[in-house]
C-alpha cells in the first residue's frame, strides 16, 4: 500500500473504495478486497482519480479517458466524444432530481435522461480552472476551487466567493453537507466555513501549522477534519484531536454507516473505531 497514491476514498453502505493510478480497489468493510476495477475488468484506464456513490447499485469513475458509471457489472462509457465537456475530471455529484454533474477543465457537465448538456465557465474564470470538488446544495451546484475560491451556480449563472469579496480563504479543498442541511467548505489553510444565513469562518489554534487535505460530517453532525499532522474533530464549537489520531498524515477519508472512521496515511489504510485502528495492506 502506497497512500501516495491514493487519489480518492469513497464508501457505500457495503464497501470502500479506494482510487488508485492501479484501478479502484473495492473493499468490504473488514478490509477485504473484494474486487479491482482497472483495464482488465472493464475500466477505460487504470488511473481512477475519483469515485462517485450514486446509490448501492451506481458507482461513477473518472480516469484519463472519461467516465464510467459501473452498474449490474457492466461499465457505460462516456469521453468527449460521447457528450463530456472533456476528460478532464476532478470531482463528480449529484442533485436532486438524480442528475450527476461532473466538474471539468474549464467548466462542468450535467447527465440527465441519458444526455449530456456541457456548461463553460464565462470569462471571469480562466479556461484552466479546474474545481477541487462540486456539490449539489439549496438548487446551485457549488464548486470550490484552489486558488479562486468558491463559484455557485445555477445553470446561467455564476457567482464567486473569494477574498476580495469578504469570503475566508481562495484555498479550499471540498464542501460537505450536514445533517440539518447547511452548507460546509473546508479551506486548506483556513479551516471550515459554515453558511448559515451569511458564511460562518470557524478556526482554532489546534490548525496552526497543519493543511487540511479532506474534510467529512458523519451522522451526528461532528465534523471530521484530515491534516497534514492528525486528524481533528470540531463538535459543537469544540475542538479536539483524538490521541491516538494525532501527528498522521491522513490524506484522504470516509464514514461508513457502521460508524468507523477509514483514511489513507502514507503508507496504510486504516479503519478507526474509538477502541481500536486497524491497518490494512
Same mark, same amino acid.
Do not use: C, M
Given at each position: 500500500f502506497n497512500g501516495n497514491n491514493v487519489f480518492d476514498l469513497a464508501i457505500s453502505n457495503?464497501?470502500?473504495?479506494?482510487? $488508485? *493510478?492501479?484501478?479502484?480497489?473495492?473493499?468490504?468493510?473488514?478490509? =477485504?478486497?473484494?474486487?479491482?476495477?482497472?483495464?482488465?475488468?472493464?475500466?477505460?484506464?487504470?488511473? =481512477?482519480?475519483?469515485?462517485?456513490?450514486q446509490d448501492s447499485n451506481k458507482v461513477w469513475f473518472a480516469t484519463p479517458k472519461g467516465l464510467q458509471l459501473f452498474e449490474g457489472n457492466n461499465y457505460l462509457a462516456f469521453d468527449n466524444t460521447t457528450g463530456l465537456l472533456n476528460n478532464i475530471i476532478s470531482s463528480i455529484c449529484s442533485d436532486s432530481l438524480g442528475a450527476i454533474w461532473v466538474a471539468n477543465l474549464g467548466g462542468l457537465s450535467q447527465y440527465t435522461n441519458n444526455n449530456w448538456v456541457t456548461y463553460n465557465y464565462n470569462n471571469n474564470y480562466p479556461d484552466t480552472l479546474l474545481c477541487t470538488s462540486i456539490i449539489n446544495h439549496s438548487g446551485l451546484i457549488w464548486c470550490t476551487t484552489s486558488a479562486n475560491?468558491?463559484?455557485?451556480?445555477?445553470? =446561467?449563472?455564476?457567482?464567486?466567493?473569494?477574498?476580495?469579496?469578504?469570503?475566508?480563504?481562495?484555498?479550499?479543498?471540498?464542501?460537505q453537507i450536514d445533517t440539518s442541511g447547511v452548507l460546509w467548505i473546508a479551506s486548506a489553510d483556513s479551516g471550515l466555513?459554515?453558511?448559515?444565513?451569511?458564511?460562518?469562518?470557524?478556526?482554532?489554534?489546534?490548525?496552526?501549522?497543519?493543511?487540511?487535505?479532506?474534510?467529512?460530517?458523519?451522522?451526528?453532525?461532528?465534523?471530521?477534519?484530515?491534516?497534514?499532522?492528525?486528524?481533528?474533530?470540531?463538535?459543537?464549537? $469544540?475542538?479536539?484531536? *483524538?490521541?491516538?489520531?494525532?501527528?498522521?498524515?491522513?490524506?484522504?477519508?470516509?464514514?461508513?454507516?457502521?460508524?468507523?472512521?477509514?483514511?489513507?496515511?502514507?503508507?496504510?489504510?486504516?479503519?478507526?473505531?474509538?477502541?481500536? *485502528?486497524? *491497518?490494512?495492506?
Open positions: 457495503k464497501y470502500v473504495y479506494i482510487g $488508485t *493510478p492501479n484501478g479502484a480497489y473495492q473493499r468490504n468493510y473488514k478490509g =477485504v478486497v473484494e474486487f479491482v476495477h482497472n483495464g482488465t475488468t472493464g475500466l477505460l484506464n487504470n488511473y =481512477v482519480n475519483k469515485v462517485f456513490i475560491g468558491l463559484i455557485s451556480f445555477d445553470k =446561467v449563472n455564476w457567482t464567486v466567493y473569494n477574498t476580495s469579496n469578504g469570503f475566508p480563504s481562495n484555498n479550499l479543498i471540498t464542501s466555513i459554515e453558511y448559515n444565513n451569511g458564511w460562518v469562518h470557524h478556526y482554532n489554534s489546534i490548525l496552526n501549522n497543519k493543511t487540511i487535505n479532506d474534510f467529512k460530517i458523519d451522522k451526528n453532525n461532528v465534523k471530521w477534519i484530515f491534516t497534514t499532522n492528525g486528524i481533528i474533530q470540531f463538535n459543537n464549537n $469544540t475542538w479536539n484531536t *483524538p490521541l491516538n489520531l494525532s501527528g498522521i498524515n491522513a490524506k484522504k477519508g470516509g464514514i461508513a454507516t457502521e460508524d468507523s472512521l477509514w483514511f489513507a496515511t502514507d503508507t496504510s489504510l486504516v479503519k478507526y473505531s474509538p477502541l481500536r *485502528p486497524r *491497518p490494512f495492506a
